[in-house]
């Protein structure tokens, strides 16, 4: 070992990189206390060794071609000291690397990838701004988990996307800074696709196209942060709770980035230190690793009468339909969430392109992919889910019908396909359940609809008819006033007629062989006819109040279906 390489040395430049790595300013903890105190400083050896070679790529003030070289240099000071032999400022990160057996390829990538910053200004496609991370960010993650021991392909894949979506954060949040530097890592094809410009290196374009581009890039933003979840499971307690931090940290640029809409491009999001508390304080808690969420969470705290009705299913099947429920509610969350069409077709879009994906088991949502093999365990027909997304695509396109046919089409499609999807996981004996799914489903979507007949026409919808506001002699324009009148209330009644109408034909077509096997249908029909029996003791006024019900009558409705005196033949589970 040479005299460069003596421990003291080695010493001395371990404290050094200490040193850079608590005084630096970044969104995430830096070898923190969260840290074990043994590999603390290893880590703080690559932070150094990456924080040194960006901060001569980033200066501005110096020739390219100098700085080129100065990178070279570094290099080679690095591919020397690997090699035994002395070099500057080299001792701690090389002693790292052959302490964990780190590959020199990866240090390699991230010399590429500051080279790289000095030449190229700006990215034509998203897939060439992915090269660039994969080589500026990437490497970090993968010398860590080598540092913690942690060596297999999952996690590495898990790593990649959280490093990923920490690298485009810090584009968001340095839009601003970038442009001063000529850098522009909004690709130029998504500028195009928003009808925005540049001038020079700064953005320019309408206002809500410019929120339409930031919008768009902070959501995919966020999809590389929820496929990185899985990797929280897979790493040691103490470096779970570092990336958890940083997980978290990203994550509130993201919002800070997003609260600031289109004043991004002139001020750059910063944490202080409440948020640095937040970051660590959330970061003792768990993140949901099943695609961001839970399923089971998702259909608790939706407050949906399904979930009273889940509660009577066997463990097996109980969790079968928390993922169904979950690909339902987070597919009508995008058709509700936000107020740009434009975003919300994009995202159904890729929501579609990733169920068709996740068919073949490799969609970038874990969600999709469990639900994929929720549907072969219990031969669900995946047509199914394709049918659910077109009629949440009815909903961007269409804000009026004009028949019942027509919005019967709506309903069977975000209705009745999630009771033909309930049905396989729940069990029949009689080819009949199919159409009890499909009148049932028919019946509680008419319920909604009557029941939030105000609130869908605050949001521009109405469901109702056209040929039935004619047929009471009822306006739109009167709908939107809410005017309550002798002729809005025989409306209501046909409505609520026609759906009690639905409720009856299902109970006539469910089997008495198949009563027990679809007690969770049979509580979800107790619970939504009982809405309605209440909109009709109201005299169909939806106006003044929305019809709920409680929790406890919720409960005793469940429990009166469950000990209802019908013969209870059991279906075995799939």
């Known amino acids: 070992m040479s005299v460069f390489h003596s421990n003291e040395n080695i010493d001395r430049d371990y404290r050094r990189c200490l040193k850079i790595a608590r005084g630096h300013y970044e969104n995430f903890p830096v070898a923190s206390l969260l840290v074990p105190a043994r590999l603390r400083h290893h880590v703080a050896a690559v932070y150094a060794f990456a924080r040194a070679a960006d901060d001569v790529a980033d200066e501005g003030k110096r020739a390219p071609e100098e700085r080129l070289r100065e990178l070279r240099a570094i290099r080679s000071d690095l591919d020397r000291a690997m090699a035994g ?34 030449h190229v200004k700006r990215y034509e496609t998203f897939s060439d701004l992915l090269e660039y991370c994969r080589k500026s960010a990437n490497p970090v993650g993968r010398i860590l988990l080598l540092i913690f021991g942690v060596d297999n392909e999952d996690a590495r894949k898990a790593s990649d996307d959280l490093c990923t979506g920490l690298q485009l954060a810090n584009f968001l949040q340095d839009i601003s800074v970038d442009a001063e530097k000529g850098r522009v890592y909004l690709p130029d094809e998504d500028l195009r696709k928003f009808h925005c410009a540049l001038d020079g290196s700064r953005v320019t374009g309408d206002p809500a196209d410019v929120r339409r581009l930031l919008q768009f890039e902070i959501d995919r933003t966020k999809e590389f942060f929820q496929r990185a979840t899985p990797l929280f499971s897979a790493l040691p307690f103490r470096l779970r709770l570092e990336i958890r931090a940083t997980w978290h940290g990203g994550m509130r640029i993201l919002k800070a980035s997003e609260e600031l809409r289109e004043r991004l491009l002139a001020e750059r999001p910063r944490l202080g230190w409440k948020d640095g508390a937040a970051v660590f304080s959330r970061a003792l808690l768990p993140v949901n690793t099943r695609d961001g969420e839970s399923a089971k969470r998702i259909t608790r705290t939706s407050r949906t009468n399904f979930y009273y009705s889940f509660r009577f299913l066997s463990s097996q099947k109980r969790d079968a339909i928390h993922t169904v429920y979950a690909f339902c509610r987070r597919t009508d969350d995008i058709v509700d969430e936000g107020d740009d069409p434009s975003v919300k077709h994009a995202r159904l879009k890729r929501w579609l392109e990733e169920l068709t994906r996740a068919t073949r088991g490799d969609s970038e949502f874990a969600l999709l992919n469990r639900l994929m093999v929720i ?33 019967k089409e709506y309903c069977y499609k975000v209705a009745s396909t999630v009771g033909l999807m309930c049905s396989e996981i729940f069990g029949y004996r009689k080819e009949s359940a199919r159409q009890y799914a499909i009148d049932l489903g028919i019946a509680l979507q008419l319920t909604n609809i009557v029941r939030d007949v105000k609130h869908d026409a605050e949001q521009g919808r109405i469901y109702i008819p056209r040929e039935d506001f004619a047929a009471f002699g009822y306006s739109e324009e009167e709908l939107l006033r809410c005017e309550y009148n002798e002729s809005f209330r025989r409306l209501m009644q046909f409505e609520c007629n026609r759906a009690r109408d639905y409720y009856l034909r299902a109970r006539r077509s469910l089997a008495l062989e198949d009563r027990a096997s679809f007690l969770a249908a049979r509580i979800m029909d107790r619970i939504y006819f009982h809405i309605l029996e209440r909109i009709e003791k109201k005299n169909y006024d939806v106006f003044t109040e929305k019809i709920t019900i409680s929790t406890p009558k919720k409960i005793w409705l469940a429990l009166s279906e469950w000990f209802s005196p019908a013969p209870r033949v059991e279906v075995a589970d799939a």
């Open 85 to 118: 032999e002395p070099a500057p400022r080299m001792a701690a990160v090389v002693d790292t690397a052959h302490t964990f057996g780190i590959p020199t390829s990866l240090f390699h990538d991230l010399l590429d990838a500051f080279s790289q910053d000095v």
């Open 375 to 407: 549907a072969r365990r219990f031969r669900i027909p995946v047509e199914h889910f394709f049918e659910l997304i077109r009629g949440m695509e009815m909903d961007l396109r269409n804000s009026r019908y004009d028949t019942f046919d027509e919005l």
